[in-house]
Nanobody
Framework: QVQLVESGGGLVQAGGSLRLSCVAS????????VGWFRQAPGKERDFVAT????????SYGDSVKGRFTISRDNAKNTVFLQMGSLEPEDTAVYYC?????????????????WGQGTQVTVSS
């Protein structure tokens, strides 16, 4: 069982930056690929970014490419999402998720462990 706790959300003006963190409760964190997803009110949960277990492979959703960066520190059981050039359309609850494979995935159903989410609000 893996527990995930996100932090770092908040209110920011358009054009600003935020860094989200996701801490996992497992001794074998490098065995898990991790993804970030987001869900705006009334919308489906969308893929944002993912990183492989060792951290060498990443993938991003089209809407965040060039603005967001995912990284991880396996020694600290932590994955980060650095968000820049934020837009009001980025407003959502952001979820961290882990899957029992080192390989990345962009699909929500392939992730078995989810955090509680952290709210990001971007004002115009």
């Amino acid at each position: 069982q893996v527990q995930l706790v996100e932090s770092g959300g908040g209110l920011v003006q358009a054009g600003g930056s935020l860094r989200l963190s996701c801490v996992a409760s497992t001794r074998t964190f490098s065995n898990y690929a991790v993804g970030w997803f987001r869900q705006a009110p009334g919308k489906e949960r969308d893929f944002v970014a993912t990183i492989s277990g060792p951290g060498g492979t990443t993938s991003y959703g089209d809407s965040v490419k060039g603005r967001f960066t995912i990284s991880r520190d396996n020694a600290k059981n932590t994955v980060f999402l650095q968000m820049g050039s934020l837009e009001p359309e980025d407003t959502a609850v952001y979820y961290c998720a882990a899957r029992g494979s080192t390989m990345i995935s962009t699909t929500t159903r392939e992730y078995g462990y989810w955090g509680q989410g952290t709210q990001v609000t971007v004002s115009s």
